[in-house]
């Protein structure tokens, strides 16, 4: 082709391979992703203030001590070894960066902080003292999205709305391997890992549809980890969560230990109604009726365990639970194991000392 053979235009043919890419990143439509994309344009600018001229001196250099050049300056000087003026311009100029650059990341990790509530909805407008932040609980399954709106009572797989210009306080946790979420045009990554909570807060400032997805391998189907994030107005959002409300069924334990099975590239689900206390359950990782919960353990062992009436505090897998998980019921059966169970916690001691012990909770 005629137009390959012009040099000018291979030198443009990067340019045109990336004019169809959508540059999110640098193009936000939050306030928080806008000041970290502002962080990745200043912190590159002044890398490339060492860069370049580094790298025009290299070609520079090489073109003037040449060895066909014989001119009178670029004379060969073997037994050169030191310019204070050379050195002063090496260690200088990157010595200031690095100022510049570690002030810039002193200020921004603060300010950016993902735990830190929200100060402002945009450059040029501060949160009002009366505004609530919309709280969403965010659970990364396998390999799916699972969003709780707790003040709506309301929950969605795989899709996420939020109005505009109301900071939204993300909780986020995972029911096993670790995930990342993330929304490129709203706030950057954040962790999801189970028995754990991270937080992010974020706004969203312009109306539309943008992408969310995992941005950490967790498995064969992480590729479909995908969802929709819409940013709507308040009465759009409003009328969002009527929708979900009418076509949605309820979300019970039951049903989210079904939900929590792995599957790949579910569809949007909606429910309209939610188990209370689901989400703590999830994080503290005792949906299971049986189960007691991490952070009832926690407070026993903080204050010096159960002692001997731990001991009868046991349990046996039931039916049920070995089934969900797989187990050989005829192994089981022959020899059960017993685990801690729910029997008593922080807010019901009172199980912990029962008048009568069943065989079956007799420790081994």
Not at 70 to 82: L, Q, S, V
Not at 202 to 212: D, L, M, Q, T
């Amino acid at each position: 082709m005629p137009f390959l053979k012009n040099p000018r235009v291979l030198l443009l043919l990067p340019a045109f391979l990336l004019a169809g890419c959508n540059t999110v990143l640098l193009n936000p439509s939050g306030d928080i992703a806008i000041q970290q994309g502002r962080l990745i344009v200043i912190s590159t600018v002044l890398m490339l203030l060492i860069i370049v001229p580094v790298i025009a001196l290299t070609f520079f250099f090489a073109w003037k001590y040449r060895q066909s050049n014989k001119e009178a300056e670029a004379d060969y000087a073997p037994d050169w070894d030191h310019s204070t003026q050379l050195e002063l311009a090496i260690w200088a100029a990157p010595l200031l960066i690095i100022i510049a650059l570690g002030a810039l990341t002193w200020i921004s990790t603060h300010t950016l902080d993902p735990y830190r509530p929200l100060s402002r909805i945009d450059a040029q407008r501060p949160i009002p003292a009366d505004t609530k932040p919309l709280v969403v609980e965010v659970v990364a399954l396998d390999w799916k999205w699972l969003f709780l709106y707790p003040e709506q009572g309301i929950a969605t797989v795989n899709e996420l709305a939020a109005p505009v210009d109301r900071p939204i306080q993300f909780k986020i946790t995972s029911s096993t391997v670790m995930n990342s979420f993330f929304i490129p045009a709203l706030a950057g990554q954040i962790y999801a890992m189970a028995g754990m909570e991270t937080k992010l807060h974020a706004v969203i400032n312009k109306p539309g549809e943008y992408e969310g997805f995992s941005a950490n391998y967790s498995g064969a189907g992480f590729s479909g980890m995908r969802f929709k994030f819409h940013g709507l107005s308040n009465g759009d959002f409003d009328s969002w969560v009527r929708k979900v409300k009418a076509e949605g069924t309820e979300l019970s334990r039951g049903g989210y230990l079904q939900l929590e099975k792995p599957t790949e590239r579910d569809p949007v689900r909606h429910f309209g109604a939610v188990a209370p206390g689901l989400y703590d359950a999830i994080l503290n990782r005792c949906v299971e009726a049986n189960r007691m919960c991490m952070k009832d353990m926690m407070a026993i062992d903080a204050g010096g365990g159960l002692g001997i009436p731990g001991a009868y505090n046991v349990a046996t897998l039931d039916a049920a639970t070995r089934g969900r998980l797989g187990l050989d019921l005829d192994a089981e059966l022959a020899r059960p194991r017993n685990y801690v169970g729910a029997m008593c916690s922080v807010t019901d001691p009172v199980g912990a000392f029962p008048t009568s012990v069943p065989a079956a909770t007799q420790p081994l």
